[in-house]
């Protein structure tokens, strides 16, 4: 496994709480990463870490061995693209607008719109599913039709990374399962995602590599079949739980034992 | 050129940019009737003299009365545009910093401290243009950091910042009040005269340097337009798309103090352009958040029409510009405040 994208030993903190003290990652090149966890376990922490919204009071970020707090904030954007958890968006913008704020990196002062800016927001939006949303205000759509177009935007930015904080929150069944089904396909074209995932069975049957966080540390990482069983699911969530096989695609299924009666 | 839905693709060699056409057509626009008001302004001097007159004085014709719309009418017409654009956007700049339509330089006491630093340069170390505008753009900074280092205290959010900036604002404009009365019967009267804010007597001059500033400022305000309409997005989406908001920020308070306080040494405190203009140029021309352009357009157009309104008024009695932007202005700061408090 190789990993252009890696941290050592980060101890990340906002003002005085602390969240992680010696957290050490390796993004795996290549492969669609789930991050699961508890709420409040500094998955979303450890993401901003790695994009460059957190400055570790210790430890770095490397990015191809180069600290990231070093790399122009430009280039690292062409390089690297996050989607947070609950962005906002700027009142009277229309979809495309806001797509093509994605291109801001490849952009300078007089470069203007250029044919390959075109082609990114045009390809990201249909990636999205949002092309016939093209022309409406962004304020106007729903929280789920709104989440694709913010995806739209990171995929306009056109990096071989690209990392998202809960992409799946504000969507709907059907749309959760399109958006994990993208992200596999951006994999399958090369490109390396990393996402915050709520729910361990989507993130066993669409990632290759999974990472298990508890109290900012990550407690296993490795293939979905290799590390998810029922003791796991109970170091890290403290959940009681079978884990059979998922009766679709065989990977590692959590099925909780908790029942109406066992709730005190 | 191309359309693609409500925008335009404008070619010009290899470059090409991405222009809304609503844009396009509001820039037009407020151009044309700039020109307008501008022509109307420099007809009216002592009374109203014909347009003829005014193109046969600006190309150059000699005589008494072509004298006075070059020497008189024009560097106050000119001051009217360039101030108002830059006061509209100043406002714009800090309205986009901090995300909220009531941050804007008059109201958070910026004008107050620049007022007050130009007055300290005034009293007590008898004001040369240059030092006025050093003394303003020095307060203008100092009110800065204030309203800054209180808001920050417990987090800085859109509304706390605001309200602080408020309060800042009446200490400035008390602390103003009791240099004046400390000072010098002369100097009393020569400030008061200015508190209000005013064209009267602008002649090239006291323009000429505030100019220069102004286009320095907007030079420099042009080259971080595209990070500052990034930074709309919100500092998440900023960092990354490759904004360095911090340093950003930074750059964009200097320069948007930098332009209230130039206006405010020139002219004094004229306040309301700054609050209304970015809010009115986003509603005409529809940009997606408060675009820089349309709020100086605005702003230019506003003053200048404010300037007209208060020579006219009372005439022969011109009154300080500052009164007509006060009273819009006061209206409109309430209506703000009514929806701002409901909305949260």
């Known amino acids: 496994m190789t990993s252009r994208l890696t941290a050592r030993d980060l101890a990340l903190r906002y003002g005085d709480r602390v969240v992680s003290t010696r957290l050490s990652v390796d993004v795996p090149d290549g492969a669609l990463t789930a991050v699961v966890g508890p709420n409040a376990c500094g998955k979303s922490t450890m993401l901003r870490a790695l994009v460059r919204l957190l400055r570790p009071v210790e430890g770095t970020v490397t990015f191809d061995g180069t600290d990231i707090g070093t790399i122009a904030a430009k280039r690292f954007a062409r390089s690297v693209a996050f989607l947070p958890q609950e962005p906002s968006a700027p009142d009277d913008i229309r979809v495309r607008q806001l797509v093509a704020r994605g291109r801001f990196p490849h952009q300078s002062l007089f470069s203007g719109w250029s044919e390959a800016d075109q082609e990114a927001v045009t390809g990201a939006m249909a990636a999205a599913g949002i092309t016939d949303l093209a022309e409406r205000l962004v304020q106007e759509l729903s929280g789920g039709q709104r989440q694709r177009v913010w995806v739209a935007m990171a995929l306009a930015q056109r990096t071989p990374y690209l990392l998202l904080d809960e992409p799946t929150s504000f969507l709907d069944i059907t749309h959760q399962y399109q958006l994990l089904a993208l992200l596999s396909r951006l994999r399958d074209e090369g490109r390396t995602v990393i996402a915050v995932l709520h729910d361990v069975n989507q993130a066993c049957r669409f990632a290759d590599h999974v990472i298990a966080m508890r109290n900012g540390a990550v407690v296993a990482e490795g293939a979905p079949a290799d590390i998810v069983d029922a003791a796991l699911i109970k170091e890290v969530f403290d959940l009681p739980c079978l884990v059979v096989p998922d009766p679709v695609t065989g990977t590692p299924m959590v099925v909780p034992t908790v029942d109406r009666g066992s709730i005190a | ?344």
């Open chain 2, 1 to 344: 050129m191309s359309a693609t839905g409500t925008a335009l693709v404008l070619r010009r060699g290899r470059f090409s940019a991405l222009v809304e056409r609503r844009t396009l057509v509001f820039t037009a626009v407020m151009l044309v009737l700039l020109l307008a008001l501008g022509l109307t302004a420099l007809c009216y001097g002592d009374g109203w003299t014909s347009p003829a007159r005014v193109f046969a004085a600006l190309s150059g014709q000699r005589g008494g009365p072509n004298v006075m719309i070059r020497e008189w009418q024009l560097p106050r017409v000119l001051a009217a545009v360039v101030f108002g654009a830059a006061l509209g956007t100043a406002g714009a700049v800090f309205q986009n910093v901090t995300r909220n339509p009531l941050g804007s330089p008059d109201v958070i006491g910026l004008d107050a401290g620049a007022y007050t630093g130009a007055l300290v340069a005034i009293t007590v170390l008898s004001g040369t243009p240059a030092r006025l505008t050093a003394g303003s753009v020095l307060g203008g900074l100092v009110a800065a950091a204030l309203v800054y280092l209180l808001a920050m205290r417990g987090g800085v959010s859109g509304l706390r910042l605001i309200v602080i900036g408020i309060a800042v604002n009446a200490m400035l404009t008390a602390v103003n009040s009791w240099i004046v009365l400390r000072a010098e019967l002369e100097v009393a009267i020569a400030a008061v005269g200015w508190s209000a804010g005013s064209l009267n007597g602008l002649g090239w001059e006291q323009v000429r340097i505030p100019f220069c500033v102004i286009a320095v400022l907007l030079a420099a305000l042009v080259t971080r337009a595209p990070a500052l309409h990034q930074a709309a997005l919100g500092t998440e989406v900023a960092v990354g798309t490759g904004v360095r908001t911090e340093s950003l920020q930074v750059q964009l308070v200097v320069i948007g103090v930098g332009c209230t306080a130039t206006v405010t040494a020139a002219a004094g405190p004229i306040v309301f352009v700054a609050l209304a203009a970015p809010q009115i140029g986003r509603r005409l021309a529809r940009t997606s958040g408060i675009g820089l352009l349309p709020a100086a357009l605005t702003g230019a157009v506003l003053l200048q029409s404010a300037d007209l309104i208060a020579q006219l008024l009372l005439s022969p009695v011109s009154l300080p510009v500052g009164v007509v932007t006060t009273a819009i202005g006061g209206c409109y700061l309430i209506w703000l405040l009514s929806k701002e408090v409901r909305s949260g």
